[in-house]
């Protein structure tokens, strides 16, 4: 087992580590994956959420062990590199992995705190009527914008993985979660646009999104109001072509 904690938290390394030797056995469970598993438990009276990685295949093994950052490990360095450029995640506590006598990455586990938040996006899309939506996607496009003025592109940018805290009356923080996937470079209008995709947006979000994205780019809102449509469609048509194959080849068995 190699373990490697934030500062803050050097000196509970070993209940850290206890934490990841019972983690099948204690703690509440929030997600239960066929590939991820995520539970809450308790640290010295703080409560922390634990990302267990399953034990990727052989292939996928030698690459994570000698060429690539394990998912663990980019979780926790992609974290401290959104609290450096002041973009809210929970703050990581400490990755650990797990190898075999031949080197092997066999799992790994990503502890972070957590967040109580209110609600997410999809609560948005859900809810037409939701209250304050347009102002909450206005200050969800902000969020986004200077998330890509930091030369963050996160692959993963979904309904479900950004938390939203109501701090006050019309004031929202934003928290991002799921940080494995991410490249960090300099993305044209169109690629920002594009990050948007997986929101699975209605009309009218695209339409206050593109907006708000708009005043703080400077770039034109009906240029970027096309392109945030066609990649939302394109999106949307591609996922809807899936699921119908998806069915269709499970009729033909």
């Known amino acids: 087992m190699q373990i490697t904690a934030h500062p803050l938290y050097k000196e509970k390394e070993m209940l850290i580590s206890q934490l990841v030797d019972y983690f099948f056995s204690s703690g509440d469970m929030i997600v239960e994956g066929s590939r991820n598993t995520i539970k809450s438990n308790d640290l010295d009276g703080e409560v922390v959420n634990i990302k267990f990685f399953q034990k990727p295949g052989l292939f996928k093994s030698i690459i994570y062990s000698f060429f690539r950052s ?11 590199y959104l609290l ?28 972070c705190q957590q967040i109580d938040y209110d609600f997410t996006i999809r609560e948005l899309i859900h809810n037409p009527l939701f209250p304050e939506r347009n102002n909450i996607l206005e200050q969800f496009a902000a969020f986004t914008y200077k998330m890509h003025e930091s030369k963050v592109n996160f692959l993963d940018h979904s309904p479900g993985n950004t938390l939203i805290v109501k701090k006050g009356e019309g004031d929202y923080d934003f928290y991002l979660i799921d940080l494995n996937r991410m490249k960090f470079e300099r993305m044209s ?51 809807t072509r899936k699921k119908y194959l998806k069915r269709k080849a499970g009729l033909m068995k």
């Open 70 to 80: 394990t998912k663990a490990k980019r979780s926790y360095d992609y974290a401290n």
């Open 84 to 111: 450096e450029h002041d973009i809210p995640t929970p703050l990581p506590v400490a990755y650990i992995e797990n190898y075999n006598s031949l080197g092997l990455l066999q799992d790994s586990f990503y502890i």
């Open 189 to 239: 209008i169109e690629k920002r646009m594009d990050n948007f995709k997986k929101m699975w947006l209605s009309k009218t979000m695209v339409k206050v999104i593109a907006k708000a994205y708009s005043k703080l780019s400077g770039h034109p809102e009906a240029q970027l109001h096309q392109i945030l449509l066609d990649k939302t469609k394109a999106f949307k048509g591609k996922i």
